[in-house]
């Protein structure tokens, strides 16, 4: 199995490759930038290299690039639209300069304008960034619909809105990434075992479960059903030991690469997760 953190690179992609070594991540996920502003500086290419041969001589991969939070496909105000379309299209130049294989983000927040209005938003900014950037599916980088928890005016906490994304924005590499914490909290019960095979069976039929390229694993605060996005380090939360043993024996789930985003104020508190993560991984009857 390939266990990894969402590392800072803060501190350049040099320093960001040596915490992934440190920690003994097999995978990494990062921001490519700043996460909380959609003006990035460029990335140093020498820079970029040295880090792409360190992760490969050390076999971490795949490498998982998040996008900023600030991004706003859905928006109904032109303005936000249109910086949010420019911003994703930097950003996918920016996972190429990294050499990344996917780019995670939330398809956005209709902000009232409704569902149907806010998918189509979505899908039509996802086109138009992949044309800016000639991105096609033989690129070697794929954009993964994180699925949300459904807090507000999310969208995508529903298996049917990424599906009709996806065959809106038909043409575009896209695919799905899953976060424990937010299924729990939009409603899907992948704690138990009977609930974590029906919300498969659900993936399979709605969006077919090869889309599926990535799965954050963190634990909920929230109840399920709550629409909380906050996470919880793995085993305290809502989901618990038991729904993670539950979770990590499903052989679906052990062939994804499993990044965590659980709290962190220092290394430590990766340290401490990942080692919960692969003990419960450990204690877990395959199904
Ligand atoms: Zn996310
Ligand atoms: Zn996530």
């Given at each position: 199995m390939r266990f990894g953190v969402h590392v800072s690179k803060a501190g350049g992609l040099?320093?960001?490759?040596q915490d992934a070594i440190d920690l003994g991540c097999d995978t990494i996920q990062m921001f490519a930038?700043?996460?909380?502003?959609?003006?990035q500086s460029a990335i140093d290419e020498d820079e970029a290299y040295a880090f792409l041969q360190g992760l490969t001589k050390e076999d971490i991969q795949p490498l998982v690039i998040h996008a900023p939070y600030l991004l706003n496909l859905a928006s109904p105000k032109d303005e936000t639209y249109e910086v949010s379309v420019r911003a994703l299209?930097?950003?996918?130049?920016?996972?190429?300069?990294?050499?990344?294989?996917?780019?995670?983000f939330h398809p956005g927040n209709h902000l009232g304008s409704g569902m149907e209005a806010g998918i189509k938003r979505i899908a039509a900014a996802i086109k138009k960034a992949c044309d800016m950037t000639e991105l096609t599916r033989d690129n070697?980088?794929?954009?993964?619909?994180?699925m949300v928890s459904g807090a507000g005016t999310e969208v995508g906490w529903m298996f049917e809105h990424q599906r009709d994304i996806m065959g809106m924005a038909e043409g575009a590499p896209l695919g799905i990434c899953l976060d424990t914490c937010h299924m729990f909290a939009a409603g899907h019960d992948i704690a138990t075992r009977e609930g974590l095979s029906e919300t498969l069976e659900?993936?399979?039929?709605?969006?077919?479960?090869?889309?599926?390229?990535?799965?954050?694993c963190n634990d909920s605060v929230g109840v399920l059903g709550s629409r909380l996005d906050r996470h919880a380090d793995i085993g305290s939360g809502m989901i618990g030991e038991e729904g993670f043993r539950v979770i990590l024996g499903n052989s679906k789930i052990r062939a994804l690469p499993l990044i965590l985003e659980t709290p962190k104020i220092r290394m430590?508190?990766?340290?401490?997760?990942?080692?919960?993560?692969?003990?419960?991984?450990?204690?877990?009857?395959?199904?």
């Open positions: 040099k320093r960001a490759l930038g700043s996460p909380r502003s959609l003006r299209a930097h950003e996918i130049t920016r996972c190429q300069s990294l050499g990344a294989d996917y780019l995670v070697g980088l794929t954009l993964l619909l994180e659900k993936v399979d039929e709605i969006l077919g479960i090869s889309y599926v390229s990535v799965a954050h430590e508190d990766d340290k401490r997760n990942l080692a919960a993560i692969r003990r419960l991984a450990k204690e877990a009857v395959i199904w």
